[in-house]
């Protein structure tokens, strides 16, 4: 395995037990999942500026998206 497939794959677990952990502490849960999704979008600021916007026929796929992510933020902030 390569080293940045390794990297990226060790940050991904590493974000996710974050927001995870973050949900457990006595904040209100749906603000905290506002809050990390906040802080998702505003990291991923450079790389929009960097690549530019998707293609259009991606976008489907990135509404698609969006829609199911905000419903696995919905259920996991209830649970």
């Not at 996710?16 to 991923?44: D, R, S, V």
């Amino acid at each position: 395995m390569d080293l940045h497939v390794f990297v990226s794959v060790l940050a991904a677990a590493a974000m996710h037990a974050a927001w995870n952990a973050t949900l457990k502490l006595k904040l209100e849960p749906f603000l905290a999942m506002t809050l990390i999704a906040g802080a998702g979008g505003f990291i991923a600021l450079p790389a929009l500026a960097v690549f530019g916007f998707t293609i259009l026929p991606a976008w489907p796929w990135l509404i698609g998206s969006v829609v199911l992510h905000l419903g696995y933020y919905v259920v996991l902030s209830a649970a």
